[in-house]
């Protein structure tokens, strides 16, 4: 079975995230808004009781029951860093793929977290919903999508497993 056709088997066809994009090198524009941007969000989120501690449990999607949403601009500068960094090869992140898990996690800590998604950025795990973090999410995520449109136009946002595992031969 081909990758799409394993990756169809997962996915419903008809569903608000197909077709899922490929990957492509981001702009390096794009990666610097973007790096703007999740500086901006750790200024923002530098209070204690919004702050993570990268214990890695939200990550455990799995046990959690957690689905992590992203763009694709997210997801396209994740995985660059990824094979810049020589962090997770292919046959593990396939591995980890096929088990529900992200397959940045590496022992329990996020492998990627510089350049990890505004959704695990926003979390906030050890928080319960004010009007504050809200609009800061809220904020953050309208940016994004404008980074998203302005550098590779389209906004698609979806299932950050679905994305990697239709693209899993882009791991180094
Ligand atoms: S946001 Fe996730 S990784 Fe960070 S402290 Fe909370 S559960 Fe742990
Ligand atoms: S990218 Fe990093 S922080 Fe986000 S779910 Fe994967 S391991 Fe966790």
Not at 20 to 42: G, I, K, M, N, Y
Not at 63 to 83: I, M, N, Q
Request: aromatic content about 8%; proline content about 9%.
């Amino acid at each position: 079975m081909s990758e799409p056709e394993a990756q169809a088997d997962r996915w419903p066809a008809g569903n608000l995230w197909r077709p899922v994009p490929s990957f492509a090198s981001p702009p390096p524009e794009a990666a610097r808004q973007l790096a703007d941007l999740w500086a901006d969000l750790d200024r923002q989120l530098a209070q204690p009781q919004a702050a993570c501690h990268a214990c890695g449990e939200c990550c455990d999607f799995p046990r959690r029951g957690h689905v992590l949403f992203a763009t694709k601009l997210e997801l396209d500068v994740c995985l660059s860093w990824a094979r810049d960094q020589a962090v997770t090869p292919e046959p593990t992140a396939r591995r980890r793929l096929a088990a529900g898990e992200c397959p940045f996690l590496e022992g329990g800590r996020c492998g990627v977290r510089p350049a990890r998604p505004v959704g695990c950025r926003i979390y906030f795990c050890r928080v319960s919903s004010t009007e504050q973090v809200e609009n800061i999410a809220s904020t953050a995520q309208q940016r994004l999508r404008s980074i998203s449109m302005e550098h590779n136009g389209t906004d698609w946002y979806g299932p950050a497993l679905a994305y990697l595992e239709t693209n899993v031969s882009n791991f180094r």
